[in-house]
């Protein structure tokens, strides 16, 4: 797993950094009329001197040199089975709506556990009915489920929508 933070968030800029770079390669190649001084020397004009061949190499090119940056990017994330798609739901990370297959969980007791749970996330499910203002039905609820709670490390990008995912009714 990539560790949560500043680092998790380098492969991101490199994708941008190499899409921009793509933009601008791309967008060079086609310059008409502008002088290579003023463009750049790595631009190729697009005139009855250049050809084909020539811009579909220097793209090439320019593409080849982007991959071992593309290459850390972060396709998808192993966890996200658990984020309310199976009868699995992390904790750290599923968003309060993962609980609605739990009955007795949603909304009350998941929100307690949710609001109360610390930045380095739950490590098991004796952690969750720690969580303050939990009544004893709750709990009881919890233990009910604790088989069907997974504990992956937090995620930033998921752990920001835990309570609201911004769908409303």
Request: charged share 25%.
């Given at each position: 797993?990539?560790?949560?933070?500043?680092?998790?968030?380098?492969?991101?800029?490199?994708?941008?950094?190499?899409v921009l770079a793509a933009l601008v390669a791309s967008a060079s190649a086609y310059t008409t009329g502008a002088s290579p001084s003023r463009v750049g020397a790595s631009a190729v004009r697009m005139d009855a001197s250049s050809s084909r061949r020539q811009v579909m190499r220097t793209a090439a090119a320019g593409a080849l040199a982007m991959i071992p940056g593309l290459a850390l990017a972060e396709i998808d994330y192993e966890g996200v089975k658990y984020l309310g798609?199976?009868?699995?739901?992390?904790?750290?990370?599923?968003?309060?709506?993962?609980?609605?297959?739990?009955?007795?969980?949603?909304?009350?007791?998941?929100?307690?556990?949710?609001?109360?749970?610390?930045?380095?996330?739950?490590?098991?499910?004796?952690?969750?009915?720690?969580?303050?203002?939990?009544?004893?039905?709750?709990?009881?609820?919890?233990?009910k489920y604790e088989g069907n709670f997974v504990f992956l490390p937090p995620r930033p990008e998921y752990v920001i929508d835990r309570l609201n995912n911004g769908l409303y009714r």
């Open positions: 797993t990539r560790p949560c933070g500043p680092l998790s968030r380098r492969p991101r800029l490199m994708f941008r950094l190499a798609g199976s009868d699995k739901v992390d904790v750290n990370n599923a968003n309060i709506r993962a609980f609605l297959q739990f009955p007795g969980m949603y909304p009350s007791a998941a929100a307690k556990i949710l609001k109360a749970a610390p930045q380095e996330g739950y490590k098991s499910a004796g952690e969750l009915l720690n969580a303050p203002g939990l009544t004893s039905a709750e709990k009881d609820v919890i233990k």
